[in-house]
């Protein structure tokens, strides 16, 4: 994602930092969700309830943060009119799956469930993929707008 900043830094302007924006928040949050998940399991005297608690706090906050994603994408679609139908399933509809299963991860380390840690596995590595993929098309953009500016 640094390479893909520093690759387009001369593309996001103005008018183009809504589409830059709509690709970098998401997939920066993404990253940063997993670091903060794993560095919960660090802590020595974390309880399955209070992990659950903070992984039902985290997919709260993360889904009222789609809601600034979303703005972010619908500004850029209106200037620029180039968003797919991937952009939004990837950028929204994936992360919100992402957080629904993540609050119900929470709610199984609440209960003790013993299938939580698998939830978690399986949404972690998801989370992962999303961001992954939104970096991918952040450099795909950032690849496009630097060649049609070269034209």
């Excluded at 900043?5 to 001369?10: A, D, K, M, R």
């Excluded at 809504?18 to 997939?27: G, Q, Y």
């Excluded at 850029?76 to 990837?90: F, K, M, Y």
């Excluded at 209960?111 to 596995?121: K, R």
């Amino acid at each position: 994602m640094f390479v893909a900043i520093t690759f387009g830094s001369s593309l996001v302007t103005k008018e183009s930092s809504p589409m830059a924006r709509a690709f970098l928040d998401p997939t920066f949050t993404h990253f940063v969700h997993i670091l903060v998940t794993a560095c919960l399991f660090t802590i020595p005297s974390m309880t399955a309830p209070v992990l659950g608690v903070l992984l039902v706090v985290i997919a709260g906050l993360r889904g009222m943060a789609l809601v600034r994603v979303f703005r972010h994408m619908k500004k850029a679609q209106e200037r620029a009119g180039d968003l797919d139908l991937s952009d939004w399933l990837s950028g929204i509809v994936a992360p919100a799956a992402c957080y629904l299963v993540l609050a119900a991860t929470g709610g199984a380390f609440i209960e003790s469930y013993n299938v939580a840690f698998d939830m978690l596995s399986i949404v972690m590595i998801a989370v992962l993929l999303v961001g992954v993929f939104g970096a991918w098309e952040l450099m795909v953009w950032m690849a496009v707008a630097r060649a049609e500016r070269s034209k």
